[in-house]
């Protein structure tokens, strides 16, 4: 009969980053496990706290399934001699395979003919193979950091130290290091105290319970945006929405009870960016707002505990976060007084990068290269743009942003408009950061998009021309975020300008440095790099993927022009003239792929059909490059199908491979023409 | 409870536990870690059991005496127990339960912070502990001291005395703790701030400081060669000091920085190394476990 696996892996308190992974690999490696042991299940299910790491896999199968195991030995010709008989070899192999020799079979493999050894093997109880595997599962687990502890070898996020297996009503039996698994768990580690039996797997949800452990992860995670809902209301506020601290906190408890704290709202005066990242960085406390959405002076936390005592743990913290504002206040009087200019006097003792230079030579390049990016958007006016340039990194000289680093460019803002700069210039410092995260808003204003956009041209630019470059998962300077938030820019802002010029002048910037890589080949990779995530917009936004490769076959360096014409090329694909429009195609192109001459002498031409897509080719070239510098693509993909019939007419009046070579070379030369204005919007051999 | 009785607590009860309660060591660190009780003990086969308060310097700290919570010299109480004992969190409530913190009645947190320190090529895994929302503990599972691994496994336990103390006496800074009867911190340590601050920040000498350096660089290599290892140490820890200095000095350029980092860095390396084979030579007296002896040797051979 088929019966449930209950694995409780107990360990210290696991880093909450980790759990979700953890739960997942530990879901998948159960079911992959199982599976290569021929067992059978049923529902997965994983579970976890910071204590322990739970897995209740229903209904395994209580025996592997047979196996016809198919092993192949020496080739005949080594195994059998030329009389028949069998060589030692042969004899060999049918030994080590517990076989008798004359029961192997001969097969073929790739032309050779082998022996085989066809053996049917029972398949053994679950609770056998069970042991093994539920420890190949835990050596598998890996997390982003594990260490090793006492004298073991075995690596883990943090030691284990116990281990609860179940299998129907019998303890699966295995050991890592000192740990011998055995059917006992343990509660939360203020509310409980000892080892507590588990008698079945029922029993074992049941004691949990008991022992203050809300084991189900979305359970806690329900409890505690309730009671932080609730306990914010009671105050006259509502909570901060906030997933990532709600996961995160969900992991740091087993049993959340959350509490309202208070401070006094003399730290208002602090920005409240600096408040909620104090908050929720440092204390992973829930900032409350009252109808306007204004912080209030107060901030629900949530204890790993029951209300016990629950005030002496709202002082606790609310001194706690007294001491963190009082800092915070202490930080923003100090910069308050230094103008932002004065904070960038600094940048000059501060490198960017080893081998880039420092944030002062980094702030020059800005500021030529944001000139030129405003030049070729026709966006900015240079003097907002040069001030804003010069001030946009002198927040990381406060005292703020060091110790928050996720403060800069919100820091400068206030600091820019505490210095009396320009509102335009105080916003484009803000955005120059703009995009910071996956979905995160654009910058709006003129001299932030353009300042934006400088930001990420500098950093891709310089990290490409010293061989830096995303590989993999790794990705330290966030190059491809950066690569995408440009992608992003150029096409939410409509901006046509020509990327290869603008990556040419980023490269300018850095040429007094040493350096790995040529401007031509670092333009040309940044450029691939900007494409390729280009295409993921594309695809993310639907377009297939036959037309983007057809489309970037012929790129054009103005990003924007290249995703109209991908869009209107989709587009056109659903259109009923879609279909004439290929087969002008394929019918031109196949023939004349290897021509390489528009060149058509009009006197050799022969047929009326000829004669007519003679006459018609100058006005439909000049027809088409009109439309494509108006960058109305479907109104050339529509004049192109629109030749169906002219293009039939010809196929069927003339043969075009004739052995008349000048004849022969017109007629290619009029298909090559109309290829040629195919080839100038996209490469449609790529159109699946 | 007054700060004196706080750490005689701590002693007493780590005493129990069977730790060796030694003094501090007698040169400037910036953390109880850098006492070779816990460098160059952390490293090889033997095990050991230490507790003791460490005087630590943190030159960049220093605020003048005018702020409630920073400081430019502090106490932390270190707590080596190696190989890491499978109930060491117990152990260490337990500790907490004994200053009259009853974890029950309060928050306790274990949350991720993973410690390393460049200067010494050391790194490990663990969490700071927090009672109701502040970080009164670090406690880290050593995985490489010196750019060695550790083997067995030390757990390091050390306690910010001034938070707990702070904590304990419902007091708002650092300055106003209770040591003894009628005697404050600030009685004992308040001046000495405002002086260090003024040292470190305006008065230091950047040229003698940089030579002492140079010159303590070179007496660790010179005496590590001669294989006198804890002489040696004592100049890492000089230049490790030195570089501090001249770091709250504003005197270290972050392309200076690194370079000094590596520096340190490398004398540590050095006198780890010499270290290890100066336990080997002496064929590991601590080691007084038959079985983990022998095992030992076969492991050793088998490399």
Not at chain 1, 369 to 389: C, D, H, V, W, Y
Not at chain 1, 413 to 436: C, D, K, N, Q, T
Not at chain 1, 498 to 516: H, I, N
Not at chain 2, 62 to 84: A, D, F, M, T
Request: charged share 25%; net charge negative.
């Amino acid at each position: 009969m088929a019966q449930d696996l209950l694995l409780e892996i107990g360990v210290e308190e696991m880093p909450s980053a980790y759990m979700l992974r953890a739960l997942k690999d530990l879901e998948n490696l159960a079911r992959k496990n199982l599976a290569e042991a021929r067992l059978s299940c049923g529902e997965v299910l994983t579970w976890g706290t910071p204590r322990r790491l739970c897995l209740w896999v229903k209904e395994i199968s209580e025996e592997q399934e047979d196996s016809l195991l198919e092993n192949r030995g020496p080739k005949k010709s080594i195994a059998i001699d030329a009389n028949g008989n069998p060589s030692k070899a042969g004899l060999g192999f049918a030994r080590s395979q517990g076989v008798d020799f004359r029961k192997l079979q001969i097969r073929e493999v790739g032309g050779v003919e082998y022996l085989f050894a066809i053996k049917k093997e029972k398949g053994q109880a679950a609770e056998q193979i069970l042991p093994g595997l539920l420890l190949k599962v835990i050596h598998s687990l890996s997390f982003p950091k594990s260490m090793t502890w006492s004298y073991y070898q075995t690596r883990f996020a943090r030691p284990i130290r116990w281990l609860l297996a179940i299998f129907g009503d019998k303890n699966v039996e295995f050991n890592i290091e000192n740990i011998k698994s055995a059917n006992y768990t343990y509660g939360h580690r203020f509310l409980s105290t000892g080892a507590l039996p588990v008698t079945s797997i029922d029993d074992y949800f049941r004691v949990l319970r008991e022992h203050y452990v809300i084991l189900d992860q979305a359970e806690r995670k329900t409890m505690i945006w309730q009671q932080v809902q609730k306990v914010a209301g009671a105050a006259g506020g509502k909570a901060m929405e906030n997933e990532e601290l709600l996961e995160e906190v969900a992991f740091l408890v087993e049993f959340p009870t959350a509490f309202y704290g208070e401070f006094s709202p003399s730290y208002l005066a602090v920005p409240p960016e600096v408040l909620t990242t104090s908050m929720i960085e440092h204390q992973r406390y829930f900032p409350v707002y009252n109808n306007e959405g204004r912080l209030l002076p107060g901030f629900v936390g949530v204890r790993n505990g029951t209300d016990y005592c629950l005030d002496l743990v709202r002082a606790g913290n609310e001194r706690v976060l007294k001491a963190r504002l009082e800092d915070a206040l202490f930080f923003w009087n100090e910069d308050s007084r230094k103008s932002l200019e004065e904070m960038s006097a600094k940048l000059k003792d501060v490198l960017f990068h080893e081998r880039l230079g420092t944030l002062a030579d980094k702030v020059l390049r800005l500021q030529k290269l944001a000139l030129f990016i405003g030049q070729e958007t026709g966006l900015s006016q240079p003097e907002k743009l040069q001030r804003s340039a010069l001030l946009c990194k002198a927040d990381l000289m406060s005292n703020m942003v060091y110790e928050f680093p996720e403060l800069q460019g919100i820091m400068g803002r206030y600091y820019a408009s505490g210095s009396a700069e320009e509102p335009e210039v105080a916003e484009a410092i803000f955005e120059h950061y703009l995009p910071r995260f996956a979905g995160d808003k654009l910058p709006s204003s003129a001299a932030g998009i353009v300042l934006s956009l400088t930001e990420k041209t500098d950093n891709l630019m310089g990290c490409f021309s010293i061989g830096i470059k995303p590989s993999g998962s790794q990705d330290p300077y966030a190059l491809r975020r950066q690569a995408l938030g440009l992608v992003n820019i150029i096409l939410d802002k409509k901006l046509s300008i020509d990327l290869k010029l603008v990556f040419e002048q980023a490269y300018l910037g850095y040429e007094d440095l040493v350096l790995e890589n040529s401007r031509e080949d670092s333009v040309k990779e940044l450029l691939d790099f900007v494409y390729q995530r280009m295409r993921g917009v594309l695809l993310d936004s639907g377009v297939s993927y036959d037309v983007i490769d057809a489309a970037l076959s012929r790129p054009s360096f103005d990003l924007f022009e290249t995703y109209n014409r991908v869009l209107k090329l989709q587009e056109f694909k659903g259109s009923p003239v879609f279909e004439d429009f290929m087969v002008v195609y394929n019918r031109v192109h196949n023939l004349s792929r290897k021509w390489e001459s528009e060149e058509i002498d009009p006197d050799v031409l022969l047929d009326e059909s000829e004669k007519n897509l003679y006459r018609k080719l100058p006005e439909l070239q000049q027809e088409i490059k009109t439309s494509l510098k108006a960058q109305d693509y479907t109104r050339a993909l529509e004049l192109l199908a629109a030749l169906r019939a002219d293009v039939d007419q010809f196929f069927t009046a003339v043969m075009v491979m004739v052995e008349d070579e000048k004849l022969k070379a017109a007629r290619l030369g009029i298909l090559k023409s109309i290829a040629n204005l195919f080839n100038s919007m996209a490469d449609f051999s790529k159109i699946v | 409870m007054n700060f004196q009785e706080l750490i005689l607590r701590l002693h007493n009860f780590w005493g129990q536990q069977g730790c060796i309660i030694q003094q501090p060591y007698d040169v400037e660190k910036g953390a109880g870690t850098m006492n070779p009780a816990t460098f160059l003990r952390a490293l090889g086969p033997e095990p050991w059991k230490v507790a003791y308060v460490e005087p630590s310097r943190r030159p960049t700290d220093g605020r003048y005496g005018e702020n409630p919570n920073r400081l430019q010299h502090y106490y932390q109480y270190q707590v080596i127990l190696k190989p890491s004992p499978d109930n060491v969190i117990d152990l260490y409530l337990a500790s907490l339960r004994d200053l009259g913190i009853e974890p029950e009645k309060h928050d306790i947190r274990l949350v991720e912070d993973n410690w390393e320190s460049p200067t010494l090529g050391a790194w490990g895994l663990g969490w700071e502990i927090w009672l109701d929302g502040m970080e009164i503990t670090q406690f880290t599972y050593f995985q490489q001291c010196g750019g060695f691994d550790c083997l067995p496994v030390s757990a390091e336990i050390t306690y910010g005395i001034e938070r707990i103390a702070m904590y304990i006496q419902n007091k708002e800074s650092v300055f106003d703790i209770e040591w003894v009867d009628g005697i404050s911190y600030a009685d004992v340590h308040h001046q000495a701030e405002v002086d260090y601050s003024h040292y470190n920040f305006e008065a230091a000498d950047v040229g003698a400081l940089t030579s002492m350096f140079n010159i303590c660089e070179e007496e660790a290599v010179r005496v590590a060669e001669r294989q006198l290892v804890q002489p040696a140490y004592d100049y890492v820890l000089k230049c490790s000091h030195l570089f501090n200095l001249l770091d709250a000095r504003g005197a270290i350029s972050v392309t200076e920085r690194t370079a000094y980092i590596g520096r340190v860095r490398n004398l540590a390396r050095m006198v780890a190394r010499e270290y290890l084979e100066q336990r080997k030579r002496l064929n590991y007296p601590l080691l007084k476990d038959k079985n983990l002896r022998e095992q030992l040797i076969i492991e050793e051979e088998v490399l």
